[in-house]
């Protein structure tokens, strides 16, 4: 969806890094997710946000961390605590109501 | 607990012929179906929604879909594939609120020419 980018792209990191995903939308929802996908594991949620400066854990949070200080963005952190980073990250937005989601381009976090 | 299992990880289909991607949920209380569509390398995209009314949804691209509360099925189909549908085919399920869905693993379309 256009009106939601994720960068870098490509993103790398090394042993005991932490590393920052971002995520922004113009779309002006206020809810708004992170999802893990692994080859043939379909997505898994991280954490999900439904308004500033709030969020919960989702199915998978360990090593993970997420802030929500501004409506348009939801940064995520992967911290040297996630053991297996390696994977494609999507951020997603959803409407107030029905519970649909869209999705960005996706971020594919690997480890040197 | 939700579950989203899509049986058939990977399906070939020759180009012009018809298709059905099944899924089947579990889910506790009325569910929000959705049907979402991945290329290689990209985020997904919406094709089609359930919510309530008419258990036969339509979506873009030529797709559609049916509920079947009975037998707790939301399958996907189109009456005639094109060379430019292969691609990861994902089911989820959900609340209609804001929790965060739950998805099938997928199912991986090829298209015969």
């Known amino acids: 969806d256009g009106g939601i980018t994720q960068s870098p792209k490509y993103l790398f990191r090394k042993e005991g890094q932490n590393v920052t995903l971002s995520c922004e939308q113009n779309l002006n929802h206020d809810a708004m997710y992170w999802y893990r996908q692994d080859p043939g594991q379909g997505l898994r949620l991280i954490y999900y946000?439904?308004?500033?400066?709030?969020?919960q854990k989702g199915d998978i949070a360990e090593g993970y961390s997420v802030s929500r200080e501004k409506k348009e963005s939801f940064p995520l952190t992967v911290t040297s605590a996630q053991k297996n980073p390696t994977a494609f990250y999507l951020c997603?937005?959803?409407?107030?109501?029905?519970?649909?989601?869209?999705f960005g381009p996706g971020t594919r976090l690997l480890v040197l | 607990a939700q579950s989203v299992t899509q049986p058939d990880i990977h399906i070939t289909v020759s180009e012009g012929a018809s298709l059905e991607l099944r899924c089947n949920y579990s889910y506790g209380a009325t569910p929000y179906l959705f049907w979402y569509v991945q290329s290689p390398g990209q985020g997904l995209q919406l094709l089609l929604k359930?919510?309530?009314?008419?258990?036969l949804v339509q979506g873009i691209k030529g797709f559609e879909a049916e509920f079947k509360r009975s037998q707790s099925s939301f399958n996907l189909r189109k009456p005639s594939v094109h060379w430019s549908d292969a691609a990861e085919y994902f089911c989820?399920?959900?609340?209609?609120?804001?929790?965060?869905?739950?998805f099938g693993k997928g199912t991986h379309l090829i298209i015969q020419p």
């Open positions: 989820a399920v959900g609340g209609g609120g804001a929790d965060g869905l739950t």
């Open positions: 946000s439904q308004i500033v400066n709030d969020f």
């Open positions: 359930y919510f309530s009314g008419d258990t």
């Open positions: 997603a937005v959803g409407t107030s109501g029905g519970g649909t989601q869209y």
